[in-house]
């Protein structure tokens, strides 16, 4: 059974930054996207950026320059180095992972950008 857990979130000033990371476990084999999605209150859950397991990226018009994806494989953990935050990216983020044609999610962590 695969299971994802999420952290690194809190509460950090505008301009400031953090690290989410999420590991991945259980049975994961071949081509595999990771991904973190967030949800506002009262919005719907948006995707934030991707990575496959081939290192390959996509990121969110909103979060370009200011968030990067990346992740170690022989961990099946994948982390959101998050920059330059502002009071909008405040919301729940949670991770997700496709493969084999299955989809998990994680519990989320919250972040909120707040002076």
């Known amino acids: 059974q695969v299971r994802l857990v999420e952290s690194g979130g809190g509460l950090v000033q505008p301009g400031g930054s953090l690290r989410l990371s999420c590991a991945a476990s259980?049975?994961?084999?071949?081509?595999?996207?990771m991904s973190w999605h967030r949800q506002a209150p009262g919005k719907e859950r948006e995707f934030v950026a991707s990575?496959?397991?081939?290192?390959?990226?996509d990121y969110a018009t909103s979060v370009k320059g200011r968030f990067t994806v990346s992740r170690d494989n022989a961990k099946n953990t994948v982390y959101l180095q998050m920059n330059s935050l502002k009071p909008e990216d405040t919301a729940v983020y949670y991770c997700?992972?496709?493969?084999?044609?299955?989809?998990?999610w994680g519990q989320g962590t919250q972040v909120t950008v707040s002076t």
């Open positions: 997700r992972l496709l493969f084999s044609g299955s989809r998990h």
């Open positions: 990575i496959t397991s081939g290192g390959i990226t």
């Open positions: 259980g049975s994961i084999f071949g081509f595999n996207v």
